[in-house]
């Protein structure tokens, strides 16, 4: 099982700070998200894509990572899209987006166990009211099939959103490099058929890609 993690973004809503390195307690942001991937699997082998001025950073980070520059990184479905040259394609991922906080520790594992009976594992959190114009949203079945994923919707009565994914090798097909993040790719594989379950995580989670909601995440876990 290979870990991606994508952590070549402009952070232009907090002026261009690494967003993966802002700390919490006992570390960092990345950091939590590689110590819960190998809660999952603990031979996995990370990838996390960087822009060259974070790449000596990370360059010795440990837990076997990959450090890798994508070739474009306009988007952040490119800089997922680069991590094939640096993996084998057959091997199924674990997703996480290292700017984020997610309060359930044991997240990555139960996707990891889902993906056992499915073609995509998507990770769902109980959002807080001011986060769901912020959020993927998602609707389910009482199989728990997710049938609707709706990007920032201006009002909603839904109250789930993705936070992270684990897919088997057929779900690449899907991502395509003008996709502004990978949850664009959910729906389009719902459509052709793929088998995409929900698994609703404990907690809390964060998108600290402002200072506010990090402020939130600071407040409420210290």
């Given at each position: 099982?290979?870990?991606?993690?994508?952590?070549?973004?402009?952070?232009?809503?907090i002026h261009g700070l690494p967003k993966f390195l802002l700390p919490i307690p006992n570390g960092f942001l990345?950091?939590?998200?590689?110590?819960?991937?190998?809660?999952?699997?603990?031979?996995?082998?990370?990838?996390?894509?960087v822009t060259s001025i974070y790449y000596d950073v990370l360059a010795h980070i440990g837990y076997g990572v990959?450090?890798?520059?994508?070739?474009?990184?306009?988007?952040?479905?490119?800089?997922?899209?680069?991590?094939?040259?640096?993996?084998?394609?057959?091997?199924?991922?674990?997703?996480?987006?290292?700017?984020?906080?997610?309060?359930?520790?044991?997240?990555?594992?139960?996707?990891?166990?889902?993906?056992?009976?499915?073609?995509?594992?998507?990770?769902?959190?109980?959002?807080?009211?001011?986060?769901?114009?912020?959020?993927?949203?998602?609707?389910?079945?009482?199989?728990?099939?997710?049938?609707?994923?709706?990007?920032?919707?201006?009002?909603?009565?839904?109250?789930?959103?993705?936070?992270?994914?684990?897919?088997?090798?057929?779900?690449?097909?899907?991502?395509?490099?003008?996709?502004?993040?990978?949850?664009?790719?959910?729906?389009?594989?719902?459509?052709?058929?793929?088998?995409?379950?929900?698994?609703?995580?404990?907690?809390?989670?964060?998108?600290?890609?402002?200072?506010?909601?990090?402020?939130?995440?600071?407040?409420?876990?210290?």
């Amino acid at each position: 099982m290979i870990g991606i993690l994508p952590a070549a973004g402009n952070a232009t809503r907090i002026h261009g700070l690494p967003k993966f390195l802002l700390p919490i307690p006992n570390g960092f942001l990345l950091m939590r998200h590689l110590n819960m991937m190998h809660k999952a699997d603990s031979s996995i082998g990370a990838r996390i894509g960087v822009t060259s001025i974070y790449y000596d950073v990370l360059a010795h980070i440990g837990y076997g990572v990959n450090i890798y520059r994508p070739y474009h990184h306009d988007t952040m479905t490119q800089t997922v899209l680069s991590a094939l040259q640096f993996m084998p394609a057959n091997e199924d991922v674990l997703f996480g987006l290292p700017d984020t906080y997610i309060e359930d520790d044991q997240c990555y594992a139960k996707l990891a166990a889902a993906l056992a009976d499915c073609d995509v594992a998507v990770g769902l959190f109980v959002t807080r009211e001011s986060q769901r114009n912020q959020l993927g949203m998602v609707h389910w079945d009482d199989a728990r099939r997710v049938i609707g994923v709706i990007d920032k919707p201006s009002s909603t009565s839904l109250v789930h959103a993705w936070g992270a994914l684990a897919w088997q090798p057929q779900f690449w097909q899907y991502l395509q490099p003008d996709m502004p993040h990978v949850g664009y790719a959910l729906m389009p594989a719902i459509e052709a058929g793929l088998d995409v379950r929900a698994v609703v995580m404990q907690g809390g989670y964060w998108d600290c890609g402002t200072f506010s909601e990090y402020a939130e995440l600071i407040k409420a876990i210290t």
